[in-house]
């Protein structure tokens, strides 16, 4: 195993993350739970998605993707339309072009309504994002329509904290 895989997987498994998220949401007749942890690592973030009661299709490949993002808003809140709209937009920064956004994550890839993502960015460290919102939407992103990637309803939402402990 290569030594920044081990450094990384150490990481998770033998220290609190900086920060964290607890996912909560509707979509169909699913109730969309989760979790996300962010570990400071190396020069970024190191993120860990665990999240149930996602919309399954119950064709044989039943594999769906959902749009993933760090969003600007600090709260899940929002109106009868839109449960969610407080979450503002997508996390930038630096006022970069869709998909280059801070916020703009790797999709969520769904199987049988569960996902488990864990993967590593440089796009921001996690003390930049605890007051953000990470935000899950019904349908990939795009990584093309300006200026989300057209990734659809929001469906589940977390307010990012920071871990005191």
Not at 51 to 67: E, H
Not at 79 to 97: M, S, Y
Request: net charge negative.
């Amino acid at each position: 195993m290569r030594k920044e895989l081990k450094e990384a997987l150490s990481v998770i498994l033998h220290s609190l993350p900086d920060a964290y998220a607890f996912l909560y949401g509707h979509s169909r007749d699913c109730a969309v739970n989760g979790t996300v942890f962010f570990y400071s690592l190396w020069d970024g973030t190191l993120m860990v998605a665990d999240v149930t009661g996602l919309p399954a299709n119950d064709a044989v490949c039943n594999g769906q993707m959902f749009g993933f993002h760090i969003h600007e808003g600090s709260r899940c809140s929002g109106d009868p339309e839109d449960p969610f709209a407080d979450t503002k937009g997508h996390f930038n920064p630096l006022d970069c072009r869709h998909p280059y956004h801070a916020g703009d994550l790797p999709p969520l890839m769904g199987a049988r309504g569960y996902a488990l993502s864990i993967f590593y960015t440089d796009r921001f460290y996690p003390e930049e994002i605890i007051g953000k919102t990470v935000v899950i939407h019904d349908m990939p992103d795009d990584f093309h329509t300006q200026p989300s990637g057209n990734s659809g309803t929001k469906i589940a939402c977390g307010e990012i904290k920071e871990n005191k402990m």
